[in-house]
């Protein structure tokens, strides 16, 4: 009985380091992308981080529950788009150049499938304290 509760306790504390391993991963992938959004991009961060790109997706794999390194890259761009639309003059193109679309009609419809509306009347309604 002893043998069988150490076994579950040895299990529990792994899958806790687990856990706290997988929110690391995320985290460094996350702050790679903040620091890196125009131009971020998974092999090189995989370098990066001393795995090769297989490697790196399937840790964002786990981690996240199966989001990838794209879900994480769109999810921060269009958190940052966000922001700058509601605290800055910068026109949506610019906006769009800033958080890394070279093109605007990609970033109009990742926008408008995010917010359910137009960076423009995103503005409109949020943007009351642009500097």
């Given at each position: 009985?002893?043998?069988?509760?150490?076994?579950?306790?040895?299990?529990?504390?792994?899958?806790?380091?687990?856990?706290?391993?997988?929110e690391?991963?995320?985290q460094?992938?996350?702050?790679?992308?903040?620091?890196?959004?125009?131009?971020?991009n998974?092999e090189e961060l995989?370098?990066?981080?001393?795995?090769?790109?297989?490697?790196?997706?399937r840790?964002?794999a786990?981690?996240?529950?199966g989001?990838?390194?794209?879900?994480?890259?769109?999810?921060?761009?269009?958190?940052?788009?966000?922001?700058?639309?509601?605290?800055?003059?910068l026109s949506v193109?610019?906006?769009?150049?800033?958080?890394?679309?070279?093109?605007?009609?990609?970033f109009?419809?990742?926008?408008?499938?995010?917010?359910?509306?137009?960076?423009a009347?995103?503005?409109?309604?949020?943007?009351?304290?642009?500097?």
């Amino acid at each position: 009985a002893i043998k069988s509760i150490l076994v579950l306790l040895l299990i529990g504390l792994n899958r806790g380091s687990l856990e706290r391993a997988g929110e690391g991963i995320l985290q460094e992938v996350s702050a790679y992308v903040r620091s890196h959004i125009e131009d971020a991009n998974l092999e090189e961060l995989a370098i990066l981080m001393g795995y090769s790109g297989r490697q790196l997706r399937r840790k964002i794999a786990e981690a996240s529950g199966g989001g990838t390194f794209t879900d994480i890259l769109w999810k921060i761009r269009m958190e940052e788009a966000a922001t700058l639309l509601n605290g800055t003059k910068l026109s949506v193109e610019e906006v769009a150049r800033a958080v890394g679309y070279r093109a605007t009609t990609g970033f109009y419809k990742r926008f408008q499938e995010v917010f359910h509306m137009t960076p423009a009347a995103y503005r409109k309604m949020y943007g009351g304290c642009a500097r």
